[in-house]
């Protein structure tokens, strides 16, 4: 299987994250190349994940989840696969469009308004809170086992001080990083 | 199982929808009240479905999946679902943002700067070029038949106008509405 990659995108990471996890794909990194997506991915974003039949798949968590079916890291269970769903979601909607967008303002220097930097950091703060909340006393988001909800939602949480973000008001979040961090087979993003 | 829901959104429209289609889920609506959500939603949001064991489930998408296990709308073979899951995460990254919140300042007159309404404009405008990338030639977004992709798809895209997008440029999202319009069991969002 082929991957189109970028290697400072944390949405890459994920499927990077799972596939050293999983020790069963070759990743193949790309440069992100819209041109060569187009006929990979409507939305003309990486990742986008080839089979070796050639099919293709976009958007971090389908990929995912797709790697994930029949491991250890997508349950099973319809509802706790909803409640793993329903982590994913919010990632995409509330999480990433803030987070990861200060982030990449910052890393790249791109100039952009005092509101939009206004706009992403309230959105994610609120995010963080909402995942906070959603750890407090838990040892990872879905069940009792690391999940893809746990690899969608550190890709990242775990550099969002990278987009200007002071994690130390969220101890749950910061005990879960380092769980996360401290799984067999992990790697991080750079790697 | 209960639904806490608002009216006016598509998100909860997703759910009513899929709801009506399947004639198997009783739906009660419920105020959007954040201040009752905090146990059921740690992200504060409808909508919010409660089984009828008091478990309970966020987000429109993870909601509408869980719903549909085991019939026609979800399909079963797994490149599928993850085709499906693709467009539903598309949905919630680059469409919802974009086409719902610009729906929501035009429907409540909610007070925004310029710089705001043309970044939801632009957004919007690529994520319809995408759909319609994603549709030529199709007559649903996934397989061959209707499935939880289009009615994830359809919720906001045909409200598009109300934030003003003008869809006469988009062909295959025109044609598309319509088939899923003329589903049997479909309703309007504003029942």
Known sequence: MLLYNNSRSGNC???????????????????????????????????VLVLDDGRHLA??????????EGTQYLPQDPYTRAQVLSWQFFEQYEHEPNIAVA??????????SEEFHKRLH?????????????????????GDSYSVAD????????????????LSPYPAI??????????????????
């Not at 910061?174 to 790697?191: D, E, N, Y």
């Open 103 to 112: 982030r990449f303002l910052n890393l790249f220097g791109v100039d952009a």
């Open 122 to 142: 309230a959105g994610g703060t609120k995010a963080l809170e909402a995942l906070e909340r959603g750890l407090e006393g838990r040892e990872f988001l879905v």
């Open 151 to 166: 690899i969608s939602l550190y890709a990242y949480t775990h550099v969002a001080d990278e987009g200007g973000f002071d």
């Open 174 to 191: 910061r005990s879960w990083l380092t769980r996360v961090a401290a799984q067999p087979g992990h790697i991080p993003i750079t790697a």
């Open 59 to 68: 958007e971090s968590n389908a990929i995912i989840d797709y790697l994930a």
């Open 13 to 47: 990471y994920k499927v990077r994250l799972l596939a050293a996890l999983l020790e069963e794909l070759d990743v193949l990194d790309r440069s992100n190349r819209p041109e060569v997506l187009g006929d990979l991915n409507p939305a003309l974003r990486v990742p």
